[in-house]
């Protein structure tokens, strides 16, 4: 569908269906008038057409009771598009303001019979409709998600990136991120974002940083259980403890002697005795919970290969493995790759190398981690070699501290804070309080131990 008239179109899109004016519809109507008097005997067809006028007359009044109580609707709808920040919330009415005038614009003159093309017009209201219904079903879920966004650096600033519960860098991009946070939020970050209407949807522009959050986007986004809009760092603890007593424990919760044993000494029947773990036990538990050798079928009757089929980790890698990688493994054992975008399978081409980079170094870590947070009672040989302190750390998130105040500092220029509160951050001792400005509202951070 497209308007007659193409002048009107690239002036005013939105109120192009108005081209004919009030002299033309009186004109059309003294023509009607006039041939009224060439027949004296058609007044009983004029009296048919009088009944039917005020018929249509009675609808019309019928359908502008209706468009009113939608009018008013949509007034009471965009009165309720408040967010917490005034300078926003200005140009946010300012827009649909514009956008309501140009509605009741378009609306009277189909009322008024003035429309050119008339299917245009109402398609130019049901189009402002769904504008207004697109903000409006955005708007809860932008202050909710400010909110997840807040939680999420608190939990970074006490506990560092990466831990659960933070943002994950294979979700939403910082830059929109940034948005919610800026007009959600109370301060002068909220002059910095714009709002427009372009191409059927609201885009929310960052004056400063350029990114832009398409609303339509966003909403279907934010109704995807596949693929969620903000995505935080899983927590694994759970599912890796239950992991660890499946291999240590009996029934009854009592250790086993399998990958353990007691230390020299202790009552190898009591529960209570200490128990040890050498390098040569832990390596063998790590390599049990990272599962069976698979094997490859396509050759003979069957060859067993060197890759592991993940074990009880399974689940973990299958739901969460690039997060995994991208947000708890410490660099010196992702060397700063990337997951990929696309990951082959078991017996796939190039399944090897992506074996021997990606998923050999994943379930390690995952085996690693679980025995480093679970066996917390239990003297391991590896605490005290250099290599595995390297590697993992003392339980740290992202492995070294310096690597730690990095990615912190790198979260918090994102998050828009000031050069004097990231020098606050980086000066506090650990475990201090430290209170810092984000996105023009106060909060309170612990400096990771």
Known sequence: MSYKDPKILQNNPMSASMARTVKERDAARAASASDNAVNANLSSLVQGGVNLITQKKKDL??????????????????????????GFNGKSEEFFGNLIEKYNT?????????????????????????????????????????????????????????????????????????????????????????????????????NVTGAELNIREFNRAMNSKENPYLKLVPDLSKGMTVAYDAFNKDNKGAMQNTFTQPAPGQDPNSPEATRIMSSDQEIKLKESMMGAFQTDFTKGGGIPTTFRDGGVFKEMYKQHAESIWEDMMPDGLTKKLQ???????????????????????????????????????VQRETQNEKKYNENYGTGKSKG???EYEAKLNEFFNKADMSKQDQEKIKNASPGDAVSVTIYGKQQTFIKDA
């Open 61 to 86: 009044n019928k359908l502008n009771k209706a468009v009113l109580r939608e009018d008013q609707r949509i007034y009471d709808k965009v009165g309720s598009f408040v967010t917490e920040y005034e």
């Open 106 to 206: 378009i609306k009277t003159h189909l009322n008024n019979g003035t429309l050119k093309d008339i299917t245009l017009g109402q398609k130019d209201l049901a189009d402002i409709k769904n504008i207004v219904d697109q903000y409006g079903n955005a708007i809860p879920k932008v202050l909710a998600m400010a909110s997840e966004i807040d939680q999420a650096a608190k939990i970074a600033g006490e506990q560092g990136l990466g831990a659960a519960g933070t943002l994950s860098v294979i979700g939403a991009p910082a830059e929109q991120l940034a948005i919610i946070k800026k007009i959600s939020s109370g301060g002068p970050s909220g002059e910095e974002v714009d709002i427009r209407y372009e191409g059927g949807t609201i885009i929310l522009a960052d």
């Open 339 to 377: 997951w990929p975008e696309e990951v082959p399978v078991f017996g796939d081409p190039g399944f090897d190398a992506f074996y021997k980079t990606y998923k050999e170094p994943l379930l390690d870590y995952l085996a690693t981690v679980t025995i480093q947070n679970n066996a917390t009672d």
């Open 400 to 402: 070294g501290s310096k």
